[in-house]
């Protein structure tokens, strides 16, 4: 049995399953195993299309559900309708997530998300809207952290995405306190899909702050740019930009968008 057997006990009571599928390796890989315990007809995955989630994770999420044969639910989970998220306060996400889940919730009894136990030890608002929901964290029953959700995605045979680096809402890129802006956000998909091109698979952040624009990089991948690669960085930066905020590259910072207020 590929899935372990916490695991399995968690996804297989349930009388009926709803998936929030972010596109990340947590939510792809808790897919595979629902479907692996219940079987393809037992689980509803849904996805929330949003200028706040990367173009290249809802294509994702469509090929993924496809290839596997698992029915597919894009919503609209209501997010920029609501001033509080729009706003972005420090608890932007509980806001977020209070509006998907709320979503969700009409479409099936039951939903659950791939929290893993290493989220648990981070600031999480969401976290208060998925207990408010009643969302089930089927990796946190089976007391599963990052790097078992990635040995378990390679055991299902998600093949090269376990390997996916962590990346939150695009939204989470803008300063607290900063409007979210669709046009902003849809500027942040395609400077990262531009570096992503150039550089590969690294972790990087294209980030709006009060003081302009910052381009973060993997620390290795940032020391081993020539001074010329790098002024190319920030001249296809401004090409997508297209204002006259300052553009800075830096090593990347987990979270240095968030100011708590």
Same mark, same amino acid.
């Given at each position: ?7 399995y006990?968690?996804?297989e009571a ?11 390796? /947590? ?5 595979a ?7 393809a007809?037992?689980v ?8 706040a989630v ?9 090929? *993924?559900?496809a /290839?596997r $044969? ?5 919503v609209?989970?209501? &997010? *920029? ?9 420090v608890?932007?996400?509980y806001f977020c ?6 979503t969700?919730a009409r479409?099936? %009894? ?8 290493d989220? !648990?030890?981070?600031?999480? %608002?969401g976290l ?8 089930l ?18 055991m299902?045979?998600?093949?090269? !995405?376990?390997e996916?680096?962590?990346a ?6 803008i300063?607290? $306190?900063?409007?979210?802006e669709?046009? /902003? !956000? ?5 400077v &990262?899909?531009?570096?992503r $091109?150039?550089?590969g698979n690294v972790?990087?952040?294209?980030r ?9 990089l ?5 020391a081993s740019?020539?001074a010329q690669?790098?002024a190319?960085?920030?001249a296809q ?6 204002? /006259?905020r300052?553009i800075?590259l ?5 979270g240095?968008? *968030?100011?708590h207020?």
């Open positions: 049995m590929s899935v372990p057997a916490a695991l006990a968690a996804l349930p009388a009926s399953l709803t998936i929030a599928l972010s596109g990340g390796i /947590d939510s792809l890989t808790l897919s195993a629902a479907a692996d315990v219940r079987g007809d037992r509803t995955l849904c996805h929330a299309v949003s200028a990367p173009a290249a994770a809802t294509a994702r999420v469509k090929a *993924f559900s /290839d $044969g698992l029915h597919l639910e894009l609209d989970a209501g &997010e *920029f309708a609501d001033p509080a998220y729009r706003a972005n306060p608890n932007r996400c997530k209070s509006n998907l889940y709320g969700l479409m099936g %009894p039951l939903v659950a998300a791939g929290t893993n136990t989220d !648990l030890s981070d600031y999480r %608002p208060q809207a998925a207990a408010e929901h009643g969302v964290h089927p990796f946190v029953d089976a007391e599963m952290s990052k790097a078992d959700v990635r040995v378990l995605a390679r299902l045979g998600l093949g090269d !995405l376990a996916l680096p962590a939150p809402c695009l939204a989470s890129r300063e607290t $306190g900063l409007r979210v669709p046009a /902003d !956000l849809q500027v942040i998909d395609r &990262e899909m531009m570096l $091109g150039l550089l972790t990087l952040r294209c709006l702050l009060r003081g302009g624009w910052a381009v973060e993997d620390r290795l991948a940032l740019l020539s690669k790098r190319e960085i920030v930066v401004q090409r997508f930009t297209a204002d /006259d300052p800075r830096r090593a990347y910072s987990r240095s968008a *968030f100011v207020q």
